[in-house]
C-alpha cells in the first residue's frame, strides 16, 4: 500500500468512527466498528443505516453527504442510496450541500461541464450539490450497451453550474477520488464555511 493510500485508509477510518459513534447505542457503535477492524465495510455500513433509520436518528447534510461517499467507496451506494436519503434530516441545519440522487440526479453529457474531454459519450450524474452557489460534485459514468450508466464510475470532477469555476477532476484510479472531491467542493462552495470539515 503507497504512502497516499495508507493515509487514505487511515482519514477514511477516522470518519468510519465519527459515523459510527451517531448510533446511540454503544453495542451498535461497536459492531459497526467491529466491521470495519475485520473488512466486512459493506456489512457494517448495512448495519449502520439501518440502525439510523430504525431509531429515526436526524442526520445532518454534511454527515449524510460522508454516507453517500462511504457507501460509494465500498460500492454499495446503488444499494444504499435509497435509504440514506431516507434518514431523518435536520430542519434547522443551515449547510447548504445536499445529496443528490433518482430523479434528482439526471445525467449531463461530460462536455457540458468538459468541453474537450476526448470521450464524449461519458455522463456526468450530479451526486452532491449547493443549492446556494450552484457547485456540484458529479460522477462520470460510461453507458453500457443495454442503456444503464456504468456501475463504477471512471472519475469525480467538482464544477460550477454557471462556469465561474474551472472544474477539478478526480480520477477514479486515485484511491481517495470520491474524499478529495468531497474535500474541493466544501474548498470552493463559498456558502459552505461553516460545515468545512476534512474527511
Known amino acids: 500500500m503507497s ?5 487514505a485508509y487511515n482519514d477514511e477510518a477516522s470518519v468510519w468512527s465519527r459515523l459510527a459513534a451517531l448510533l446511540p447505542d454503544p453495542d451498535d457503535v461497536d459492531r459497526v466498528q467491529g466491521c470495519w ?5 459493506e456489512a457494517g455500513l448495512d448495519v449502520l443505516v439501518g440502525r439510523l433509520l430504525e431509531r429515526k436518528l436526524v442526520i445532518a447534510e454534511p454527515v449524510r453527504a460522508e454516507l453517500a461517499v462511504m ?3 465500498w460500492g454499495v451506494w446503488d444499494r444504499l442510496a435509497d435509504e440514506i436519503m431516507r ?20 445525467p ?3 462536455r457540458t461541464v468538459l468541453p474537450e474531454h476526448p470521450t464524449p459519450d461519458l455522463w456526468l450524474v450530479p451526486w452532491i450539490s449547493c443549492g446556494s452557489c450552484g457547485r456540484t460534485l458529479a460522477r ?4 453500457e450497451d443495454w442503456g444503464d450508466l456504468s456501475y463504477v464510475p471512471e472519475f469525480h470532477v467538482v464544477y460550477a453550474q454557471d462556469g465561474s469555476l474551472p472544474p477539478q477532476v478526480f480520477d477514479e484510479t486515485r484511491r481517495d477520488a470520491a474524499w478529495a472531491a468531497l474535500a474541493a467542493l466544501r474548498t470552493v462552495c463559498r456558502c459552505d464555511i461553516s460545515h468545512r470539515s476534512p474527511a
Open 3 to 7: 504512502d497516499l493510500s495508507a493515509q
Open 37 to 41: 477492524d475485520v473488512g466486512e465495510q
Open 71 to 73: 457507501a460509494a467507496q
Open 87 to 106: 434518514c431523518r434530516a435536520d430542519g434547522t441545519d443551515p449547510a447548504p450541500l445536499r445529496v443528490r440522487a433518482g430523479a434528482d440526479a439526471e
Open 108 to 110: 449531463v453529457p461530460v
Open 140 to 143: 462520470a459514468h460510461e453507458r
